[in-house]
């Protein structure tokens, strides 16, 4: 994995975290220091963390989704520059730079995004620790696969804005393969999957396609609800129960290690393997592609690989 810039914390407030509007930050990471011995967890600031250091355990996980947003608001500046303002279409860097990547080529319905990369893609479709989140056939000839994080705001914009749009035009139709892969950046997106993987219930097996697939869907929707909520676990707890899991579910499903390690290592193949650095990024017919997608584009994209 790449050595990562480091980036202070800046905490924005919940309309600026989920309508754009960001203060000025300098760049550099808060350093997290984690009391095992407490309930909660405690954040201090004076030392660099990188992101291969923040590997989320159970302890992490169960103290991290009680935490107020400014654990999982992400930090909006670029590089070396004064922040920027997080467009509703872009990316979140694995750093936690939130990037604008509204392009002039990515403006116009007619011409196709900007790969970033090459891929084997026969290395990408092989499956990883978790069953494969998949819909479509598997002889499609498109394969799209997603690497998001639930906290992030571009990932959220894409599936509220796009991804039924293009199931509904491509996957149901039989052109695209659809998966979905799980990068969280925080504590509280890792829950969010596992609560996506587990099924309701019965916490102990996993959820099925037909299963996580709305799950997902209804937590980006409410992404504004749980993913800057005060308490953390409360609103997280709310949205599952209306997925059908009751308290003793929840908890069980959230202190599932051997999920949690594979929630971990699946964001870990993304990153090692296949060049992921930022979400949502896109893995499509061997070439990378980062950034929120409008349906125009996407389909563009699709109908020159048909």
Not at 137 to 152: F, G, L, N
Not at 199 to 218: C, D, G, I, K, R
Request: with cysteine; aromatic share 8%; glycine share 4%.
């Amino acid at each position: 994995m790449r050595t990562h810039r480091n980036f202070w914390l800046a905490v924005p407030s919940r309309s600026q975290f989920f309508e754009g509007s960001w203060p000025t930050v300098a760049c550099e990471w808060p350093s997290a220091v984690i009391s095992h011995s407490h309930a909660v967890t405690l954040i201090t600031y004076g030392e660099s963390m990188q992101m291969s250091e923040m590997q989320l355990t159970k302890r992490r996980l169960l103290s991290g989704i009680a935490i107020a947003a400014a654990a999982v608001a992400l930090v909006a500046c670029k590089d070396s520059k004064d922040a920027a303002d997080a467009s509703s279409s872009g990316k979140t860097m694995a750093d936690g730079t939130n990037v604008d990547t509204m392009q002039t080529a990515a403006t116009s319905a007619t011409e196709m995004p900007q790969s970033d990369g090459d891929v084997d893609m026969a290395e990408v479709l092989k499956p990883g620790v978790l069953p494969e989140m998949a819909l479509g056939k598997a002889d499609a000839p498109v394969k799209i696969v997603e690497y998001m994080s639930m906290t992030c705001p571009h990932c959220a914009h894409f599936h509220n804005t796009t991804f039924d749009a293009i199931k509904q035009k491509y996957v149901d139709a039989g052109k695209v393969q659809f998966i979905i892969r799980e990068f969280p950046f925080d504590p509280r997106a890792a829950a969010a999957f596992m609560l996506a993987r587990c099924s309701a219930s019965n916490p102990e097996q996993l959820s099925t396609p037909e299963q996580y697939f709305p799950m997902v869907s209804m937590l980006f929707k409410q992404q504004q609800v749980w993913a800057a909520a005060d308490d953390g676990r409360a609103a997280l707890l709310q949205m599952s129960k209306l997925a059908g899991f009751t308290e003793d579910s929840f908890t069980k499903c959230l202190t599932n290690q051997k999920l949690l390690d594979e929630v971990n290592a699946t964001r870990e193949r993304g990153s090692k393997d296949f060049g992921v650095n930022a979400t949502p990024t896109f893995l499509i017919n061997g070439k990378r592609y980062s950034g929120d997608m409008p349906v125009d584009t996407l389909s563009a994209l699709i109908d020159s690989l048909i």
